[in-house]
C-alpha cells in the first residue's frame, strides 16, 4: 500500500482557558468537553456526523464517563465511544489510540477527546484497598533517598532533579529558570491557568514544596478539556482541508522498561528512559534530528522533569541540559523554543486534556495562528506527555500540504537572525497577518502587490526580510522572496522606523 495513505491529520483545539478547580459552579465535564469537541469540529469544518469513533480521556471519574461528555453535547450516532485512562498521559494516548484507528484503516475521521474535572491540592490515590500501581516506582524512589512529608509526585520528581545535580554538578537555579522561563512565556497565551510573570527570585522564594521544588516551579491542578478530530489523507483531499492540516510525521508509545526497576535511579524512575526511547523511534520513523525541530511542548509537571527531558529527548547531550539553559536555547532566539504556551506549570494540568492541549498549541504554532506566542518560522514541532505507572508519547509534527499553506511570519533560514520576535515592528506583521486571515479577499482585491521589507537596525543590529502578499489569494505573510514571481516593492528601512511608518507616526516622505 502507499505510504502516504497512511498519513494523518489532527484538526485541534485546547477550551477556552484551563481553570483552578471549581473556579466555575454548574461547570461539569460535560460542559468541557462540549466546548472543545465543537470547536473542534468546527475548526475541522466538519459535522458530528463524520466522526466513526471517539477516543475519550480522562482519570478522575467513574466509567462510561466518555459517552456522557458526548451524548447530549455532541450527538447520538451509536459510534464506537473508547474511554482512555493512563494518569498524566491520558490526552495524548487518546491521540495515540485516534490515529492508530486511521492508520489501521478502520476509520477515516475519528474523535480524541480529552477533559479532567480535578480537586484542589496535591494528586492522592483513591482506592487505599488494593495495590498502588506505583508501588514499585515508589519503592526505587525510597531506597535511594528515603521518603519525607511532602507530596509524593513532588517528591518523585524533586528526588530525580537531585539526581541530575549529582550526577552531572546542576543548581537550582537551573530549574528555577526553567519555571521563571515557562512564566513569563504564558503572560502570551489567553488559554493558561496562570498568566503572570515572576523574577528569578520571586521563583526561587516562592514556598517550599519538595528541596529544592518551590510552589512556582509545581504545575496546578485543573479543570479542563481538548480535543482535536483526526482525519486520513483521502477525508482530508475530499474536503479540501489540505490548507490547515497539520501532519502527524510519526508518534510513539513507550511504557516501563526494566531499567525503571533495576537501576536505582529516580531519573529513569520516572520515565527517562521511556521519553529517551519514544524520541529515539520517532526520529529514526521521520528520518529527522532533534536540531530540525523547532517548537516543543514538553511534560513540565515540575522544572526538574523538564530539565532531564531535554537530554531524553536529545534536544542536547547527557548532563548538558543547565548549559542549555543558561544559552538560553529553549527560548525565543535560541535552538528550540520550548513551551510557549506556558507549560503545565503555567497553563495547568487537567490529565486527560493535557496531551491534547500540548497537540493543540503545536498545530496553532505550525500554521501560524499562535498571536504574540508564535514562534517564528515553526516548520516541525514535538510533543512530550508522559505519564507515570507509566507511559509516554512522543509526536512529530509539521504542516501536512505545505504547497497549500504558505508560511506565515518567521525566522529567516539564510538570514543571522534565529527569531523576528524582538524586532519593534514584529508586533505590526502580526496583526497585519491576523487582518489577512479574517479578511485577506478584500484586501487583495483592494491592493493587488507584493512588498518586501528589508528591516535594518534589529535587536543587536540584526537584520531580518519579511514580504507580505497582499496580491494572490488570501494573502499572506512569508520569509521567502522566492515564492514570488515578482516583487512590486521593496522597502529597506530601520526597524525602529518602519514601526513608527507602520503605526502612522512617521511621515513616508521623512524617510531618507
Known amino acids: 500500500a502507499n505510504c502516504r495513505s497512511f498519513r494523518v491529520y489532527p484538526f485541534c483545539f485546547c477550551r477556552s482557558c484551563f481553570e483552578k478547580p471549581g473556579a466555575r459552579e454548574d461547570f461539569d465535564y460535560p460542559d468541557m468537553a462540549k466546548e472543545a469537541g465543537q470547536k473542534a469540529l468546527a475548526d475541522a469544518r466538519v459535522p458530528y456526523s463524520a466522526i466513526e469513533q471517539a477516543c475519550v480521556g480522562y482519570v478522575y471519574g467513574d466509567s462510561t464517563c466518555g459517552q456522557r461528555a458526548i451524548y447530549h453535547s455532541l450527538g447520538l450516532t451509536g459510534i464506537p465511544i473508547i474511554n482512555v485512562n493512563n494518569n498524566c498521559s491520558t490526552g495524548s494516548t487518546a491521540l495515540f489510540m485516534a490515529r ?22 496535591s494528586l492522592s490515590s483513591k482506592y487505599m484497598d488494593r495495590t498502588n500501581p506505583m508501588d514499585k516506582h515508589m519503592e526505587v524512589m525510597i531506597n535511594r533517598y528515603g521518603m519525607s512529608a511532602a507530596p509524593a509526585a ?3 520528581f524533586g528526588n530525580a532533579g537531585r539526581e541530575h545535580m549529582e550526577k552531572y554538578g546542576t543548581k537550582p537555579e537551573h530549574f528555577a529558570k526553567i519555571a521563571w522561563k515557562n512564566h513569563k512565556h504564558s503572560t502570551n497565551n489567553p488559554y493558561s491557568q496562570f498568566q503572570e510573570e515572576y523574577s528569578l527570585q520571586q521563583v526561587m522564594k516562592s514556598r517550599k514544596v519538595f528541596e529544592f521544588l518551590t510552589l512556582l516551579q509545581c504545575c496546578p491542578t485543573s479543570d479542563g478539556a481538548g480535543a482535536a478530530v483526526l482525519a486520513s489523507e483521502a477525508f482530508v483531499r475530499r474536503h479540501g482541508l489540505e490548507g490547515q492540516a497539520v501532519e502527524i510525521l510519526a508518534q510513539e508509545m513507550v511504557t516501563d522498561l526494566s531499567t525503571t526497576f533495576e537501576e536505582n535511579s529516580c531519573m529513569k ?18 528520518g529527522l534530528k532533534p536540531r530540525n525541530v523547532d517548537v516543543v511542548e514538553l511534560h513540565d509537571c515540575f522544572s526538574a522533569n ?18 542549555l539553559i ?9 535552538k528550540f523554543v520550548v513551551n510557549p504556551s506556558g507549560g503545565l506549570i503555567s497553563k495547568g494540568h487537567p490529565l486527560g486534556a493535557t496531551g491534547l492541549a500540548q ?3 503545536l498545530c496553532w504554532q505550525l500554521r501560524g495562528q499562535a498571536d504574540r506566542r508564535q514562534v517564528p518560522g515553526a516548520k516541525v514541532a514535538l510533543q512530550h506527555n508522559i505519564g507515570l505507572g507509566g507511559a509516554v508519547v512522543v509526536t512529530l509534527y509539521r504542516m501536512g500540504f505545505p504547497e497549500e499553506a504558505r508560511s506565515l511570519v518567521g525566522a529567516i533560514p539564510t538570514s543571522s537572525v534565529s527569531s523576528l520576535e524582538g524586532f519593534k515592528a514584529y508586533p505590526v506583521f502580526q496583526e497585519i497577518n491576523r487582518k489577512l486571515q479574517e479578511d485577506g479577499e ?12 528589508n528591516v535594518k537596525n534589529g535587536p543587536d543590529g540584526k537584520e531580518g526580510l519579511l514580504v507580505v502578499d497582499v496580491k494572490n489569494g488570501k494573502g499572506c505573510i512569508s520569509t521567502d522572496p522566492g515564492m514570488f514571481k515578482a516583487l512590486n516593492c521593496t522597502v529597506a528601512i530601520d526597524d525602529e522606523d518602519l514601526l513608527a511608518l507602520m503605526t502612522g507616526k512617521l511621515n513616508p516622505f521623512h524617510l531618507k
Request: charge should be negative; aromatic fraction near 10%; glycine fraction near 14%.
Open 326 to 334: 543558561d544559552r538560553g536555547d529553549n527560548t525565543y532566539g535560541g
Open 100 to 121: 492508530q484507528l486511521i492508520q489501521g484503516g478502520l476509520a477515516e475521521c475519528v474523535l480524541a477527546l480529552g477533559f479532567e474535572k480535578m480537586e484542589r491540592g
Open 306 to 323: 523538564e530539565l532531564i527531558t531535554y537530554e531524553a529527548l536529545g534536544l542536547c547531550p547527557e548532563g548538558q541540559a543547565g548549559e
Open 359 to 361: 497537540c493543540a498549541e
Open 269 to 286: 524512575m520516572v520515565g527517562y528512559d521511556m521519553s529517551r526511547l519514544a524520541a529515539k523511534k520517532c526520529f529514526e520513523a521521520s
Open 154 to 156: 513532588p517528591q518523585m
Open 442 to 453: 478584500e484586501y487583495v482585491k483592494k491592493i493587488g502587490a507584493v512588498f518586501a521589507f
